[in-house]
């Protein structure tokens, strides 16, 4: 640019001084200045690039743990947005690694920077800055997040971070799904993320490509509000930085492994752990010099008696384990869930799936003391299997401060939000029942403009990725010994493309895509595998009904939406099993009531097993998203889809310069027509792909017109070539 700039400047310096023929100082004075400004140009843009390059060269003594940012602060009205930097440096890494120290067996250790004690498991893990979760950002609605992403991972590994509950209105290109809305980052590069914080509420942030986020690249994201717009602000006293809360199922290995291991062999899934705010301990490591156990340090939440407090609580949980929270001796007040917020209910305990979040209100009524607060695993992480588990200490102020305090869990008395798998009951409130405090949108209220009807379950099909229909089948097998069996929608696989539709459209062929109104193949007894694409109208009001049909397995399908919130109009549990027919006939006999006023906003939600859950949305955020499964493994393999919301021309321009990526296979090679022989005896020789066997036929039709015509122009064009031999 400098040298198009430089040379357009001098050629009018010139220009000027050879026509300005009766001032030729009025000329050398213009070269003068045109010689000085592309100096100072060039110079300009050199330190620019310079500055730029400084900038995003990120080293391992750059990173921050951004524990007192600038941005996370108390928002006020008529405050000023700001513009909120963050440099995420993200690498494979290790729990209880050098930089703990003596840590757990002193346990101030553990609070080393670039510690990760875990809950003293060791293992490899993935971080961000070297700290799990990664580092919080806790901002104000409407300030500009920017967060620079620099790819340090060995094995040449991409990656994308999603920003879970953002709706990315106006910059779908941010929302950070490898393969839908960007190209992995590659390694050794940086993207940068830019995006206004317009969702305010309880989110987190994720890696969003492939089985990454069960590794520890998560971290808190929450957008408040000032106290003229915070519905519940005269409902809590303190919302304090420390007590938010992100929660996971863990294991002791690493998940590529652990999903190699189960899915091509007889592995085990079922976790061992449970994190809060990436601390807790599993078992304890022996210390020879005293004798004891030592136990790596737990979660403390610090409470001043009579006060309220607004917990945070956001699930970054990878398999089919649901999460139940409660607090000794304290009920909760649920006030919000997703990121909006609800008519407070009170609570005894709720339970958490993948991907959901929940605010809730702890009053520091009780006795002066220490208690314990409870993440019991369930599911695939109950009882039944490992029984993982958690806690976290809550200590009032004045008490005495004991790290391994523990007591055997209370009986869980009272109302639970979001049970597992079971009706409506007094004591078992589903999510559908919550009350939502902003305003009905009227769109919704209308008969909806498209209803997918969308069947989930597990099947017993020949999945090429995992069972070779010749040589290891299922049919070889059966459940609980090496079979496996494919999570789907509607029975299709979900396959991502080769290249991001939203940025990269044209390259998303017809003939990649599918959905069970376009599908060719029987999909119920063959496999189907497609980029899984439903198409929406701008605007459109749509219904999705969820159904989990339960065929096999006692399981949840936690379902997460892209780019919009969604109403949960109806929810409902009929048997241990059915199927996708037994609902629509249901709905059409008009059995099921659909609540249209004042119905919770989500973004994610669970589906009772034998059951349904409805919701519907207004497709006003132009882009392609993806609504998917968010149990790791399920999504992993293909339990997702995409709306398309609008055709390209509705979507937003594509960022200058952003990154493409896709398949390559050289172009044929198009014969030289003074080397046409050669051509043919090669062509014909070497023609093994459909592009050579083209070529070949391209290159045979030449030679025999060449043939035909060439005594011809012999005759004809004799005499122009006398003198030159001809061939």
């Keep these: 640019m400098v040298i198009l700039v430089a040379e357009g400047f001098l050629c009018c310096s010139f220009r000027s001084d050879t026509m300005s023929r009766k001032s030729p100082t009025n000329g050398k004075w213009t070269s003068r200045k045109a010689f000085l400004l592309v100096s100072v140009m060039v110079l300009a843009d050199l330190c620019d690039v310079t500055t730029s390059v400084l900038r995003h060269h990120m080293t391992f003594m750059d990173i921050e743990d951004y524990k007192d940012h600038v941005c996370s602060r108390p928002c006020v009205d008529n405050g000023q947005p700001m513009t909120c930097d963050y440099d995420f440096l993200i690498e494979h890494y290790h729990t209880l690694t050098k930089a703990c120290w003596d840590c757990p067996h002193i346990s101030d250790m553990c609070a080393r920077p670039h510690c990760v004690p875990a809950d003293g498991g060791l293992r490899g893990i993935l971080t961000v800055n070297r700290m799990m979760p990664g580092p919080s950002i806790q901002v104000c609605e409407h300030d500009t997040l920017r967060v620079r992403v620099h790819n340090k991972m060995e094995n040449s590994e991409g990656t994308a971070i999603h920003w879970h509950g953002i709706l990315q209105q106006g910059s779908p290109y941010m929302d950070g799904v490898s393969m839908v809305t960007q190209c992995p980052i590659p390694a050794h590069s940086t993207f940068t993320y830019v995006f206004n914080a317009s969702t305010p509420g309880t989110h987190f942030w994720h890696a969003h490509s492939g089985l990454q986020r069960a590794d520890g690249l998560y971290g808190h994201l929450v957008i408040r509000q000032p106290p003229g717009r915070e519905a519940h602000r005269g409902f809590y006293d303190l919302d304090l930085p420390e007590h938010v809360i992100v929660v996971n199922d863990w294991w002791h290995r690493d998940s590529p492994s652990s999903f190699a291991q189960h899915h ?25 010099k005293t004798g004891l156990n030592i136990t790596t340090p737990r979660e403390v939440f610090r409470v001043t008696p009579g006060k309220r407090y607004r917990f945070r609580v956001a699930s970054n949980g990878i398999l089919n384990c649901p999460l139940m929270i409660s607090v000794d001796n ?73 790290s391994s305090f523990t007591t055997p869990a209370p009986t869980i008395i009272g109302k639970i939000l979001n049970p597992i798998n079971s009706r409506e009951s007094p004591t078992e409130i589903p999510v559908s029942q919550l009350r939502a405090m902003v305003e009905d949108d009227p769109a919704l209220t209308r008969t909806p403009d498209r209803t997918i009807v969308v069947a989930m379950d597990f099947k017993v099909i020949d999945n090429p990725r995992f069972h070779n229909p010749v040589l290891y089948s299922t049919r070889d097998f059966v459940i ?3 079979q496996l069996q494919t999570p789907q929608m509607n029975d299709i696989s979900n396959t991502l493309p080769s290249s991001p539709p939203l940025s990269q459209y044209k390259d998303l062929l017809q003939s990649m895509t599918c959905n069970n109104d376009t599908v060719t193949s029987d999909c119920s007894v063959e ?17 999705v009904i969820l159904v989990d049909q339960g065929h096999i397995w006692d399981a949840n399908h936690p379902t997460h939406l892209h780019g919009h919130g969604f109403r949960v109009v109806a929810m409902d549990k009929l048997a241990s099993s059915i ?27 669970t589906v009772p097993d034998g059951g349904y859950t409805i919701l519907r949305f207004h497709a006003n955020n132009p882009g392609i998203w993806f609504f998917h499964c968010h149990v790791e493994y399920h999504v992993e393999i293909g339990m997702g889809l995409l709306f398309q919301v609008g055709e390209p021309e509705d979507f937003p321009p594509v960022p200058p310069r952003f990154p493409t990526c896709g398949s390559w296979e050289p172009e044929p090679e198009i014969p030289h027509v003074t080397d046409i022989n050669n051509h043919c005896a090669r062509s014909s020789a070497t023609s093994h792909t459909r592009q050579h066997k083209h070529l070949t036929s391209f290159v045979v039709g030449v030679c025999l017109v060449s043939t035909l015509l060439l005594p011809l122009l012999r005759t004809e064009l004799q005499p122009s070539f006398a003198g030159f031999p001809m061939y």
Aim: with cysteine; charged share 25%.
């Design 480 to 482: 609980g010994n090496r």
């Design 264 to 288: 091509h062999g007889d592995g085990d899934n079922k976790p061992s752990s449970v994190l809060i705010n990436g601390k807790g301990f599993f078992k304890g490591l022996y210390n020879p």
């Design 330 to 402: 304290h009920s909760l007040e649920i006030i919000a869930t997703d990121g909006q917020p609800v008519q407070p209910l009170e609570v005894a305990a709720f339970n958490i799936f993948a991907g959901e979040r929940y605010d809730f209100v702890l009053t520091a009524n009780q006795s002066v003391g220490t208690y314990l607060l409870r993440v019991q695993g369930l599911l695939d992480c109950g009882p039944r299997f490992k029984d993982a588990q958690q806690t976290a200490i809550l200590v009032y102020d004045g008490a005495e401060f004991n």
């Design 579 to 605: 199927y996708a027919k037994n609902v629509t006939d249901l709905d059409a006999r008009g059995e099921i009531i659909r609540n249209l006023h004042n119905a919770p906003i989500k973004d994610t939600v």
């Design 527 to 543: 496999f189907c595998e497609c980029v899984h694409l439903y198409k929406l109208r701008l605007d459109d009001v749509v219904e």
